[in-house]
């Protein structure tokens, strides 16, 4: 049986990382005593301690994450960049027993000091909690909007996905990814660990895919691969960078929302005429993540589907209501939406209603056609609709319907045109979207069904109308801010 991707069990003179930045390299011998040094330390801890690590791209908080996994420590992973005020939201619900982060924060109840590059704040006082035993992550499936709701992730759930994107991908110890996605994005952590699990070099940088310096990186450390969201294969096709940089890159991969078919088919041609490969695929965080990917050599015959399942997982769609349902050993053990639940046991036995509808072509591919629930993928992340309508309505008081599609978000709010303006910045800044993906428009009312419910299916019909306009008229908050 293949060894776990937290043993670091390769030679221990193989090139494990390279910290692009400053060009430090690790061995695989190295990273694997800096590791067992921290989960030594962690093992001192309770078993029944929570630990939260903000991470960033940064060799010290791969360390941490091994190191938990090693010393079988619970650990709830979360973007660096996380919204302050969500921050707090998160550890006032959770109240971790330790919070791990390479920034300076002003935690109520937390004292803190310096380890290992990393400032540690440490609960004041400590609560009993419960953690159940085969717990080894906690995920947020809606990073953007800092929602309470978390999903639990075995460790077997998590060395099970990494086989079998090893597997499908033929990822070999000769890789060398570049990390173009956070840490804390289940898709990004993938990267990681199934690169890990192969005995890969992984290269290490929190620089975007547009920036100079990451393009830097790939040329300077000869990269061989690189993950993406829809946005980023937008922009380099836009900018031309895959044509002018990264010569040797030879496996690229999009996830994290639905690609456009005709970006797809410019990626496919790309791929052909640079001799990469292109892998379109689908997965949910609750799966660890990965659930379907499109093999390449079939790719420009199955522009738009899903693909197959990944090796040891399998799909079908319910008659009844033509949802997917996922069945594998990557399936989350549940949610958790407060401290209490991580005593919780294994709650769905290896079977995920994905929330999405499908249907599945005569060669067994499958697609997708639509969504059971109320959610929006930008650029990689989950936004919940309903917990964006709460916070605006939180803060300024006035009804709002959220809504959308996968390259812009759109609020209506009832009978307050003063507020647009301001509930526009706050959704860019909260969530850090670029000024074109956020649409605020202000109504005299919101319609409503004869049950008194917002009606969405009016807003969205109307609301694409204005979004396909090419030169439709700046959202009321856009109009204001000019």
């Known amino acids: 049986m293949a060894s776990n991707f937290w043993s670091l069990e390769h030679s221990p003179d193989r090139l494990a990382v390279i910290v692009a ?79 791990y982060s390479c920034n300076q924060h002003s935690l109520s109840g937390y004292g803190h000091r310096n380890e290992s590059g990393l400032t540690v704040y440490e609960r004041e006082r400590k609560e009993p909690v419960s953690v159940h035993n085969s717990l080894a992550l906690l995920l947020n499936t809606s990073g953007s909007t800092g929602s309470p709701k978390l999903v639990r992730l075995s460790s077997n759930n998590l060395q099970a996905n990494a086989e079998s994107i090893a597997s499908y991908l033929m990822l070999t110890d000769r890789e060398r990814p570049i990390t173009s996605l956070p840490a804390a994005y289940s898709y990004g952590l993938s990267v990681i660990n199934s690169h890990l699990f192969a005995g890969a070099c992984l290269v290490l940088t929190d620089h975007g895919v547009l920036r100079r310096e990451f393009w830097d990186a790939v040329d300077a450390h000869s990269c061989t691969s690189f993950a993406g969201v829809p946005y980023t294969y937008q922009m380099l096709l836009k900018t031309g960078l895959l044509i002018q940089r990264g010569a040797t890159l030879r496996t690229l991969t999009q996830a994290g929302g639905a690609l456009a078919p005709d970006d797809i088919r410019k990626m496919h041609q790309l791929a052909v005429e640079r001799g990469f490969r292109f892998f379109v695929m689908y997965g949910q965080t609750e799966a660890s993540p990965r659930i379907s990917y499109v093999p390449f050599e079939h790719l420009g015959g199955k522009i738009g589907s899903i693909g197959v399942p990944i090796p040891g997982g399998s799909l079908r769609i319910d008659a009844s209501t033509d949802e997917l349902v996922y069945t594998g050993p990557n399936v989350m053990l549940g949610y958790a939406e407060c401290r209490e639940d991580l005593a919780k046991d294994d709650q769905l036995h290896g079977v995920l209603k994905t929330g999405d509808l499908a249907r599945q072509d005569e060669d067994g591919f499958f697609y997708i056609t639509g969504r059971l629930k109320r959610f929006l993928k930008l650029f990689g992340k989950r936004f919940n609709l309903d917990e964006i309508e709460h916070i605006v309505e939180s803060q300024f008081g006035v009804p709002v319907a959220c809504f959308g599609r996968d390259d812009l978000l759109m609020a209506v709010v009832e009978g307050n045109h003063s507020a647009a303006a301001a509930i526009s910045e706050m959704l860019r800044e909260t969530f850090n979207l670029p000024t074109n993906n956020v649409r605020v428009e202000a109504v005299a009312k919101l319609p409503r069904n004869p049950r008194g419910k917002t009606n969405y299916q009016a807003l969205a019909h109307e609301g694409a109308q204005v979004a396909a306009a090419p030169n439709a008229a700046p959202s009321q908050g856009e109009a204001t801010r000019r």
């Not at 390299?25 to 005593?33: D, I």
């Not at 301690?49 to 979360?78: I, K, P």
Request: hydrophobic residues 45%; contains cysteine; charged residues 20%.
């Open 21 to 99: 930045p400053t060009g430090q390299q690790k061995t695989y011998g190295e990273l694997r005593a800096d590791v067992e040094r921290e989960a030594a330390g962690l093992s001192q801890l309770g078993r029944d301690s929570l630990l939260m690590l903000l991470a960033q791209n940064r060799y010290e908080c791969l360390v941490l994450y091994l190191a938990a996994l090693q010393a079988e420590r619970a650990l709830l992973l979360a973007d660096a960049s996380l919204n302050e005020g969500l921050l707090q939201h998160f550890v006032g619900t959770y109240r971790p027993d330790f919070i």
